[in-house]
């Protein structure tokens, strides 16, 4: 299982950005899928998690201001991120969890600065 990332990059404070993660590999559609970030001297957090249905997760953070949705059938994982602020950038990452092992991406980072 192979996870890869896209999408993160600079903006400015208040802009917004679409991070894509494509899940490759045997796939069973039963996951969760999520997006983790991690800011320079900072431990890795949680920003939102999607299951395969039922109830999605997000940070307080980033309550109202990110969205998190999947594409079962592409087995893709995508973040939505508006109204970004200063403290949002870091490096994210998307995770799949799948019989015991935690799969990761490689990481893009985002950028928000004036």
């Known amino acids: 299982v192979q996870l890869q990332a896209s999408g993160g990059g600079l903006v400015q404070p208040g802009g917004s950005l679409r991070l894509s993660c494509a899940a490759s590999g045997r796939i069973f559609s039963n996951n969760v899928m999520g997006w983790y970030r991690q800011a320079p001297g900072e431990q890795r957090e949680l920003v939102a998690t999607?299951?395969?249905?039922?109830?999605?997760n997000y940070a307080d953070s980033v309550k109202g201001r990110f969205t998190i949705s999947r594409d079962n059938v592409k087995n893709t994982v995508t973040l939505q991120m508006n109204s970004l602020k200063p403290e949002d950038t870091a490096v994210y990452y998307c995770k799949m969890p799948q019989r015991g092992t935690d799969y990761w991406g490689q990481g893009t980072l985002v950028t928000v600065s004036s």
């Open positions: 999607i299951p395969f249905r039922d109830y999605i």
